[in-house]
């Protein structure tokens, strides 16, 4: 089990999908069948941590509802539970945890797992997720549930278990939606990312390495935002949270709250060599694919048809031929497409869609994935320092 290749997330039976770049890593979800530790991130980190301001806290109740943007605000008609800090100093790690922990699952799976030699073997994992219906569907990671899982469990605070299953995953993203037929269930409130500061406080909450150690919660900072890291030759993860709050294998799926107690991102990557170096998908991103579930029980992107770079994986690529200060950079346009009859190039950059400022790809999955399939956009482009406008009629995506 501590041999150095499984420290490095590399297993001698089957090549590692990341060793292009070995010191980071996904937080894969725990694997209990040694034979095929390929995460397992060696050594402990993370004590629950205590309370730095011990004050009055009140709680309130507010009813949350889904609006008509089609953004994931909470549950119809549910009462959800928040801390308010709007006559009271900021709330305490303990207030958080308090409030939030109930929230969390642990989440095992099992799946057919394949080696080079064509072998197959039964392989379980476990990681983490967070209930955000009342009625059980569960936000987490898409390398949690795995491509083709043969069962899911979630297991709850209060020790019950319940078949889960995968509504919804999207490698691309790392995210994916799970549901469990259960009703009445703890729900966390879904925060705004795109409100972030750096330097504000940050609480995870997770099953580091299994759980034996579940729902561990961590404090820290948000260290930086936008991030986007290469996690294998053909694979970037784009403009996510980093933050120091100490995070694990098994941590992946399980949210990254605010100071209000508030989901602000799912914790999925962590970076071995670094200390304190972890990252989150941010939470605007997974609202609109989570209301559209809960509308319609599936989620199909809505596109313009374009392929774009944002600043930050054009400075991560350090490619001197292209500068970009602001908006995003189309690099090809899809024949067709609502794109293409609008009268968009390769080269123009997208600056606003309907009045939103889009600076990163995240931004701009989070506008269209709100959006339907033959709604028009209104898009701000510049092409050689001369600005444009056009509507674009989007349409859903073709699947590979």
């Known amino acids: ?42 050594g402990l980190a993370g004590a629950v941590v205590g309370s730095v301001i011990m004050g009055y806290i009140a709680l309130s109740y507010l009813d949350l509802n889904t609006n008509n943007q089609g953004n994931f605000i909470g549950n119809q008609g549910n009462v959800q539970q928040i801390i308010n800090t709007q006559d009271n100093p900021p709330t305490t790690v303990e207030a958080v945890a308090e409030l939030v922990t109930p929230t969390v699952v642990g989440i095992t799976t099992v799946e057919i797992a394949q080696n080079r030699f064509y072998q197959q073997f039964e392989q379980t994992g476990i990681g983490s997720g967070v209930i955000v219906t009342q009625d059980g569907y569960i936000l987490t990671n898409q390398h949690v549930v795995t491509d ?82 290469m996690i294998s030759p053909s694979s970037i993860a784009e403009d996510l949270i980093q933050t120091d709050a100490s995070i694990n294998s098994g941590n992946s799926g399980g949210p990254l709250l605010n100071r209000n107690g508030e989901v602000i991102g799912i914790n999925t990557y962590k970076i071995d060599t670094g200390e304190g170096m972890g990252f989150a998908i941010p939470i605007n991103v997974a609202k609109p694919i989570i209301n559209q579930i809960i509308r319609n029980g599936e989620f199909n992107p809505t596109v313009m048809g374009i392929s774009c770079l944002d600043r930050e994986i054009v400075r991560y690529f350090g490619n001197s031929d292209i500068t970009l200060k602001r908006g995003i950079l189309i690099m090809e346009v899809q024949q067709g497409s609502g794109a293409a009859r609008a009268g968009l190039l390769e080269n123009d950059i997208i600056i606003q869609i309907d009045g939103q400022e889009v600076n990163t790809m995240l931004k701009l999955r989070e506008i269209l994935y709100a959006k339907q399939p033959g709604q028009f956009v209104e898009v701000v482009y510049e092409r050689k320092g001369q600005t444009h406008t056009v509507s674009v009629e989007l349409s859903a995506e073709i699947a590979n």
């Open 1 to 42: 089990m501590d041999r150095e290749e499984d420290k490095l997330g590399i297993n001698n039976e089957e090549e590692s999908h990341y060793e292009y770049q070995n010191d980071l890593k996904p937080l894969k979800k725990e694997k209990n069948d040694k034979s095929c530790l390929k995460y397992f991130a060696a």
């Open 148 to 229: 083709n899982p043969r069962s899911i469990t979630v297991s709850l605070k209060d020790g019950t278990s319940y078949e889960g299953t995968k509504i919804w995953a999207d490698a691309d993203l790392d995210l994916a939606v799970i549901k469990i037929e259960a009703n009445n269930l703890p729900t966390a409130a879904l925060g705004d990312s795109d409100d972030l500061k750096v330097g504000e406080l940050a609480v995870a909450i997770g099953n580091p390495l299994g759980l034996t150690f579940e729902r561990t919660v961590t404090s820290g900072i948000i260290s930086a935002l936008n991030r986007s890291i």
